[in-house]
């Protein structure tokens, strides 16, 4: 499947945006999604996962409460929705997917993920 991510811009602290990958067919619904990012200069790390049925979610601890995984697997999206953004928010967020996990499986390792979106920047200002 390819993946194509949007959403991304140039925000303030406190802000709240809405990141969206939209996935190319239908197989959509075979994979578990997730959200990473890297930040400039750092390493990429997980942010969120959802299950394919949409049932499980995952979250880093530095998300946790702000960040928001959700999907449409009618409309083979997967949203991030960010709130309450500072700027070590900062960074080019992903989309990523694992095909034919079991249903409830969640992925944190980036290694984990099979296909790929081309990354959205999110670039938030005090």
């Known amino acids: 499947v390819q993946l194509q991510a949007s959403g991304g811009g140039s925000v303030q602290a406190g802000d709240s945006v809405r990141l969206s990958c939209a996935a190319s067919?239908?197989?959509?619904?075979?994979?578990?999604m997730g959200w990473l990012r890297q930040a400039p200069g750092k390493e990429r790390e997980f942010v969120a996962s959802?299950?394919?049925?949409?049932?499980?979610?995952d979250y880093s601890d530095s998300v946790k409460g702000r960040f928001t995984i959700s999907r449409d697997n009618a409309n083979n999206t997967v949203y991030l929705f960010v709130a309450n953004l500072k700027p070590v928010d900062t960074a080019v967020y992903y989309c990523?997917?694992?095909?034919?996990?079991?249903?409830?499986?969640?992925?944190?390792?980036?290694?984990?993920?099979?296909?790929w979106g081309q990354g959205t920047l999110v670039t938030v200002s005090s």
């Open positions: 990523a997917g694992k095909y034919r996990s079991a249903y409830f499986n969640l992925f944190r390792a980036s290694r984990s993920y099979d296909s």
């Open positions: 067919d239908h197989t959509f619904i075979d994979y578990t």
């Open positions: 959802i299950s394919r049925r949409g049932g499980s979610t």
